[in-house]
Every structure is written in C-alpha cells, then in structure tokens.
C-alpha cells in the first residue's frame, strides 16, 4: 500500500534546497573552538574558583596582578571572543529550533546578535584599556 | 510507510530545525544545550560585572563580594559543574563525528565522561566550598 513519492520526470527542481556552504562552517567552528575553550575556560575556572582558596582571593588588585601579563591578557581575550561566538552560534540553533513564527524567530535572533556584539565589544575595550592606576 | 519519511523530509522545516527523539543520547544532547544556554546567559552577567575594573577598584570590589557570599559559592560549583558536562560531552561529540568507531561507542563514552564529572566534582567542589565552610563556622 505505501507508494514512493517520486518527482515526475523533468519536474522543476525544487529551489532552496541548497543555502550554500554556511551550515557546514558554522558546525566545524563549533567543534575547532570547542577544543580551544575546553583548555581556556577549564583553565580559567581552575585558576578562578578552585586554586589557592579560588574566588576569596580575587579583586582588583588580582585583576591587575594577571592582567599586566600579555599572556593572560591574550587568553582572556582569546576566551571571551571564542566563547561568545561559540555560543551565540548554539543559541541561534536553540532560537531555529524553537521559535514558531518568523518575527520571533527574527527578533530573538536581533536580539542575540546585539548581545553579542555588546559583549565582545566591552569586553575587548576593558581589556585593552585596563589601567592599574585608575584612582591615581 | 516510505511515503512519510519522504514527505517530511521534503516538507516544511524552516530555518535548519534540527529536533530529534532517541534515548540516552537525547538526554546527553538535551543537557548539551541546558548547559550551553546556562553558561551563555550567565557570560553576559559575568563580562559586564568584570567591565566594572574600569569604572573604579571599589565598585569592582563591590560586585565582587556577591560571589564570596555562601549561597552565590554554591551556584558556583553548579556553573563549574555545568560547564565541565559541556566540555567533556563536547568531547564525546567530536569522537563521534571524528573517530571511526565514535558512533559504536556512544553510550560507553558517556558513561565514560560521567564517571570522569564525578572524580572532578568531587575534589573540586571540597576545594570551592572550603573556605566559605570554614568562615561560617568559626575563625578567619
């Protein structure tokens, strides 16, 4: 009884079925900075929460202390633009996924985009500027 | 009923919806994505109260001090321990799409990566915990 839904031959092809190559990058990113994050962000919560007493010995003075370390300045750096697009890219799957209508779905993603784009921006500023001396 | 696979799949999903039904690794992929969203969510917060070095040492201070505070330390290990399923489960993901015989060993690899949260877990919320411990009970 159940019959094969086939195209009839020379029938038009079906537009959009091709998007370009997008999809595909974007699923590699995911896996390429997942790696990268895995050390930076386990890194940074090791350091952070569970060595030598973890979150009681921070405050500006610690800031200061890591930050005048380019090396650490570059892994933060590193650590904030690879985590915000990384996730900023699963959370506009979440939004494809879920979202029922198109202008939710487009705001949601407006919405996500702008985040992002604040994020990163402030803080990359915060980084580059950062100013030990800044009640001198 | 070959006629209805067909039709879904050529039917109406929109923007590259990617929903899927399976057992244990439905779960994995759902705590895949609660965890993702969690972290993403608490990264905004994260990178505007770390902004505040800018604005002065106190005010830095300040916010600061919200994470010394017992109840915000426990949510902290539930971060830490969120982000750790999402790093080893990302892992396990990338040996299924990369190792040749990932897909065969699915399900062993994520007991593999929960036996593996544990061990961490375990010393490492001792170590996030212990200071706050003994500040509430007793000296400084």
């Known amino acids: ?136 | 009923m070959a006629g209805t696979t067909a039709t879904e799949r050529s039917g109406t999903s929109r923007g590259g919806g990617t929903l899927y039904r399976g057992d244990l690794g439905m779960w994995s992929w759902v705590a895949h994505r609660i965890t993702g969203v969690l972290t993403f969510f608490f990264l905004f917060a994260h990178v505007l109260d770390t902004a505040l070095v800018r604005v002065s040492p106190d005010a830095y201070d300040k916010v600061i001090e919200t994470y010394k505070n017992p109840i915000v330390n426990l949510f902290e290990v539930g971060l830490v321990g969120a982000v750790l399923y999402h790093a080893l489960n990302g892992i396990r993901v990338m040996l299924v799409d990369f190792w040749a015989k990932g897909p065969k060993y699915q399900r062993q690899m994520l007991w593999a990566i929960l036996a593996v949260w544990v061990l961490v877990m375990i010393p490492g919320t001792y170590f996030m915990l212990v200071r706050t411990v003994s500040d509430m009970f007793g000296g400084h």
């Open chain 1, 1 to 136: 009884m159940s019959e094969l839904i086939l195209d009839k031959p020379r029938s038009p092809r079906r537009p959009a079925a091709r998007r370009g190559n997008g999809e595909l990058y974007s699923w590699l990113f995911m896996r390429i900075s997942g790696v990268a994050l895995v050390v930076l962000v386990l890194g940074h919560l090791f350091i952070m929460n569970v060595l030598d007493g973890g979150v009681h010995r921070i405050n500006f003075g610690f800031v200061a202390g890591r930050w005048a370390s380019p090396f650490w300045q570059f892994w933060d750096l590193a650590m904030l633009w690879l985590a915000q697009i990384h996730g900023g890219n699963g959370l506009r799957t979440v939004i494809n996924d879920y979202a029922r209508k198109d202008a939710t779905r487009f705001w949601l993603k407006v919405l996500l985009y702008a985040s992002m784009v604040l994020i990163i921006s402030l803080g990359t500023y915060v980084i580059f500027t950062f100013d030990p001396n800044i009640t001198d």
